[in-house]
């Protein structure tokens, strides 16, 4: 396979005749530009990036490949490359057909030396503010995949955002830690289409779902007679995976046999199936997942210490729900929302009744378990909870103490709850649940809650 193109390299110059190649070369050699001079275009489409700064200028007449040609395999991959021809014969319905085709530029020989290198500049200036319009477009649009995926305004999911945000663009492994259901399959799939990966093939497998005798088949492929059964070549998830991201979810399952066979792929970036002698070299990416603390594994002798140290080195933790008390109302609106949609129905309306009784509920299913109420909701079912460790349904009415502390209890999520929602002031808020402003305020005050949030300034600072 071709190497790339070195990204330092501003311009790229096909010519077939030497003499002149070199006497270009010079030119822009001498301009203080960094040049790669080439005497044929074959291969160099596959050679460069989509991102690759520069811009080529190419002979048109050539034995092989000619310039318009590789005007087509280039703009086939990227149409805003900038790509000048030159030819000596001065034809002229040439010209007009390389421009029609997306040429930059158009030179005849015999041409000025500045004109060549004024050509170049203004082409260079254009790929520059190309590719910070792309990048700013790519930037955005990685925000607004972040915050239509992983929803929610606490500090947490916040820092969250940002971590994925910064650790996506690496090459690095990651370890995602997190309770069942508080979405780390969700948070893999941010990082792989965040990253330059993004085209390649995203596998995901849950470990702790393989059954110990074909574990090793599926990861790491076999062989024909490689055991009994099996009578072709398999390719395993790791191999299918090459060029993009596998995602090990519940990796803590794992046997301590593949453990190590796992460790040496980490290490080395290859893969032998099993029953064969080959070793497949690997480009992928992997995202391992747990719900257990692995460092206390590791000290137990249940997980092996050198695979945890090579898979901590860019740990993301998925805080659970009840850590996230902000973002329950938000994420129940959006998945309460999607269900309609998906079932074509009318969105239900959440009393401030039942808002508190979301806001009160400890989560122990996380998001998931979050979804799966907000769905039962939109399709009008009732909202109830399971807060018990027996499995009995709560409604929201039983709350430990006498009846004062269940009535502050109650006063105090019934105003959490609507503080939630969007106010513009200390008079909605108070028609909305029915008290006199000055009472409002009070009860604010008794209960510690107040407006100091993004979308809320202070009581004192509203009529």
Do not use: C
């Not at 002698?277 to 992997?286: A, E, G």
Request: net charge negative; aromatic share 4%; proline share 5%.
């Amino acid at each position: 396979m071709s190497q790339p193109i070195d990204p330092r390299v501003q311009v790229i110059l096909i010519d077939d005749d030497p003499h002149l190649r070199q006497a270009l070369f010079q030119t822009l050699d001498l301009a203080g530009l960094n040049v790669l001079p080439l005497a044929e275009a074959n291969g160099l489409a596959e050679r460069i990036g989509r991102d690759w700064p520069g811009v080529v200028v190419s002979d048109i007449r050539m034995p092989g490949m000619d310039g318009l040609e590789l005007l087509a395999q280039l703009h086939g991959q990227d149409p805003e490359l900038p790509v000048l021809l030159i030819t000596g014969h001065g034809d002229v319905p040439l010209a007009v057909q390389a421009m029609r085709s997306g040429a930059y530029d158009f030179l005849e020989k015999p041409f000025a030396s500045d004109a060549l290198l004024d050509s170049v500049r203004r082409a260079l200036a254009l790929r520059a503010l190309v590719l910070d319009n792309r990048s700013l477009r790519l930037a955005l649009s990685d925000r607004q995949l972040l915050s239509s995926r992983l929803v929610g305004v606490s500090a947490a999911m916040l820092r969250l955002r940002e971590q994925i945000g910064a650790l996506a663009a690496t090459k690095a492994d990651v370890l995602i830690l997190g309770e069942t259901g508080s979405g780390k399959e969700v948070v893999a799939r941010a990082l792989h289409d965040l990253s330059s990966r993004r085209n390649g093939p995203f596998v995901a497998i849950n470990a702790g779902a393989l059954a110990e005798s074909v574990v090793e088949s599926e990861l790491f492929g076999h062989e024909p007679g490689a055991f009994t059964g099996a009578q072709k070549r398999r390719i395993g998830k790791f191999e299918f995976a090459n060029g993009g991201t596998l995602f090990l979810d519940e990796i803590e399952s794992m046997s301590l046999d593949v453990q190590v066979k796992l460790l040496r792929m980490l290490q080395e970036r290859v893969v032998e199936r099993l029953g064969g002698n080959q070793l497949i070299p690997l480009d992928i990416r992997v995202i391992a997942a747990t719900k257990e603390d692995l460092r206390q594994s590791a000290d137990q002798g249940r997980f092996r210490a050198d695979l945890y140290y090579r898979l901590n080195v860019a740990p993301l933790r998925i805080a659970p729900l009840r850590e996230r008390g902000e973002d329950v109302l938000m994420l129940f609106d959006y998945f309460a929302g999607e269900a309609s949609v998906r079932h074509d129905l009318t969105p239900n309306v959440l009393q401030p009744a039942q808002r508190a009784l979301l806001l009160r509920h400890n989560w122990p299913g996380n998001v998931r378990e979050l979804q799966n109420v907000a769905e039962r909701f939109a399709l009008g079912l009732e909202l109830a909870l399971d807060d018990s460790a027996d499995g009995k349904e709560s409604t929201g009415h039983e709350v430990s103490g006498g009846l004062s502390e269940q009535v502050e209890h109650f006063e105090k999520s019934l105003i959490a709850a609507e503080l939630e929602r969007s106010h513009s002031s200390m008079r909605s808020l108070a028609e909305a649940l029915g008290v006199p402003r000055k009472t409002l305020h009070d009860k604010l005050r008794k209960h510690g809650l107040n407006f100091d949030s993004a979308s809320h300034p202070h009581p004192d600072e509203l009529d």
